[in-house]
Structures are given as structure tokens and as C-alpha cells.
């Protein structure tokens, strides 16, 4: 079975993206290879974010732990980063939703990236009290 090993991204303003995938999302930058700034978004996968530009729309998902899931949302709130349970409420400013993904359904969370790709987060842990349980 493939896994998806990078994606390359089209940013608008390659700073900007590089602070928002850093610092919001807590993705780790490891540098520059040619044109791209290189972003790990996990331990199999990263982001290859190229400066051509995008008019934006396109959707990525990322899987994250639990914590990583509270941790980002706690990021997206705190800087005012309009979001929503959701791919279609994004501005709603509501809690996590829940949908279908790869591995079933999950708690999600929606928002848009400094160029407008629609973003989403879920996990598949289980909630703390489950887990703990």
C-alpha cells in the first residue's frame, strides 16, 4: 500500500506560510532544497512549500495525537483564526465536528492557511477520559 511521502505546496508569500505551518500548526521547518522551503508535517511525510503562487482552494487533512489536536486549536483560537467543525463553516468559530476520514470517523477542526487552502485537523486518539479509562 503507498503512503503519500510530500506534498508541494503553492504559497503566495513563502514567510508567511512558513510562520503559519511553524507556529500554528507546529510543524517543524527543515530548510531549503532548490526552490522549496522544506516543512515536516510528520515523520513520513512533509511539505514542500513552492513560491509560484495559488489562488488557493485546495484541502489538506493531517492526522494528528490528541494533544497535538488540542494544542492547534488552542493556536488557531488564540490568534483569532476563523474556523469550524466543518468544510462548509469555517467562520463559525464553533468547537471540533466530527466526519469520516482514512481511518473512520473523528473529531475535526477546519480552517484556511494564509493562502486559502482549506485545512483540516482530526484525530483519531480518544478522548483523555477514554483513555485513561
Known amino acids: 500500500m503507498a ?9 503566495n508569500d513563502v514567510d508567511a506560510s512558513l510562520a503559519f505551518y511553524t507556529q500554528v500548526l507546529g510543524f517543524a ?8 522551503t522544506v516543512v515536516r508535517a ?25 494533544a497535538e489536536f488540542d494544542d492547534i486549536f488552542g493556536r488557531i483560537q488564540a490568534r483569532g483564526i476563523a474556523h469550524g467543525p ?21 473529531p475535526t477542526l477546519y480552517f484556511l492557511d494564509p493562502d486559502k487552502h482549506l485545512l483540516e485537523i482530526r484525530t483519531y486518539d480518544p478522548p483523555a477520559a477514554e483513555a485513561s479509562a
Open 86 to 106: 466543518s468544510f462548509d463553516s469555517v467562520g463559525q468559530r464553533a468547537g471540533a465536528g466530527a466526519e469520516r476520514g482514512a481511518r473512520g470517523l473523528a
Open 3 to 11: 503512503t503519500l511521502d510530500h506534498l508541494i505546496l503553492r504559497v
Open 29 to 36: 521547518h527543515e530548510g531549503r532544497d532548490g526552490p522549496f
Open 42 to 66: 510528520g515523520p513520513d511525510c512533509q511539505l514542500q512549500l513552492a513560491p509560484w503562487g495559488t489562488p488557493g482552494s485546495e484541502h489538506y487533512a493531517f492526522s494528528v495525537t490528541r
